[in-house]
């Protein structure tokens, strides 16, 4: 009897997991295209049939196409928008954070595999039951370096103080999900765990080996080098942008807030300063090099053999392709 009863319960597994699977294919669950017709034209055709069933305040799209842009929508609800109007683009800012930690392995000056600890003098991770020598640069940009704090940062009200940089890794005081703290809590290299932490680090990490602040470094090594003229990731360095409303859910806006985990959260960018940065990723560039772009997309982190994280980017493509 007990035989049976393990027999129907493995039996009753694989039918869950069967519906499961299958209501994703169906439904959508995994991945569904909004459009079954392989068009650019078509593709924006739906995009605007999706905003007039749901509140969208700004939308600036572009599609790429072999490599380039090819067509670009607009929508605004009050104040017109166009390509080079500024958004905010929250955990985008990890990815160009990568260009610029690898322009420092590229020169010489970091090793992707030594303790992170090693070059930091600022601050230093916090004593755990597990070695902090073994988180490196490699497992930070790839979200595998054990730190648990699981942060997405919601940044300061314009008239709050923000914290230091040192402040924030110690406990961050704007995160509403977590307790804020950047500490090891799990084996590095182990598993993967996002961590927003990890790219506050490297922000201290960029300032302290470059000697400059993250802003000026970034602007100087890739803004400049790529022309992303309308990108920040301070407001202030840049009065004169064209910057979107910020909508809430009920519709009405807001004032932008402000960082202090600038490599994490805080990039300001348009739609074409972001082409010029995809762009980059597939072609020749003069920030990084052809071997370092390819390097960057080939996995490190894994959720069941499936490549989630390379050095900075999220391979969507390839855990999709896999999946279906």
Same mark, same amino acid.
């Given at each position: ?44 055709? *739906? ?12 939308? *600036? ?86 730190? !648990? ?11 709050? =103080? ?7 890794? =110690?406990? *961050? ?7 804020? !703290? ?58 004169? !942008?064209?910057?979107?409303? !910020? ?38 560039? =003069?920030?990084?090099?052809?071997? =370092?772009? *390819? ?30």
């Amino acid at each position: 009897m007990k035989k049976i009863k393990q027999i129907a319960i493995i039996i009753l597994a694989i039918l869950i997991w069967t519906a499961f699977i299958g209501y994703g294919f169906i439904d959508g669950f995994l991945l569904r295209p909004i459009t079954s017709k392989n068009t650019s034209e078509a593709f924006i055709e *739906a995009a605007k049939g999706k905003i007039e069933n749901e509140f969208v305040g700004n939308l *600036a799209m572009t599609l790429i196409e072999n490599g380039k842009a090819s067509k670009s929508f607009f929508y605004s609800k009050d104040k017109p928008i166009n390509e080079n109007t500024v958004f905010p683009v929250a955990s985008v800012s990890k990815w160009v954070t990568s260009f610029g930690v690898l322009k420092l392995v590229e020169q010489g000056k970091l090793d992707l595999d030594k303790p992170v600890d090693n070059y930091l003098t600022r601050w230093h991770l916090p004593k755990s039951e597990f070695d902090n020598k073994k988180v490196t640069v490699r497992k930070l940009l790839s979200h595998s370096s054990g730190l !648990i704090d699981d942060l997405g940062y919601d940044g300061f009200k314009p008239n709050e =103080t923000v914290q230091t940089i040192e402040e924030s890794l =110690t406990k *961050a005081s704007d995160t509403e999900y977590s307790d804020g !703290i950047a500490i090891v809590g799990y084996e590095p290299g182990s598993k993967y765990m996002y961590s927003g932490a990890a790219y506050t680090i490297l922000q201290l990490l960029i300032e302290e080996i470059s000697g400059q602040s993250f802003q000026e470094y970034m602007t100087k090594e890739v803004f400049e080098p790529l022309k992303m003229e309308n990108s920040t990731f301070v407001l202030t360095e840049k009065p004169n !942008i064209q910057l979107a409303q !910020i909508y809430k859910e009920d519709g009405t806006t807001r004032q932008m807030n402000k960082f202090t985990a600038l490599a994490a959260a805080s990039l300001f960018t348009s739609i074409a300063d972001l082409t010029k940065f995809l762009e980059a990723n597939i072609s020749s560039n =003069t920030v990084l090099s052809k071997e =370092t772009i *390819a390097k960057m997309s080939i996995s490190e982190t894994f959720i069941n053999d499936i490549g989630v994280y390379g050095l900075g980017p999220h391979l969507y493509s390839q855990m999709t392709k896999t999946l279906l």
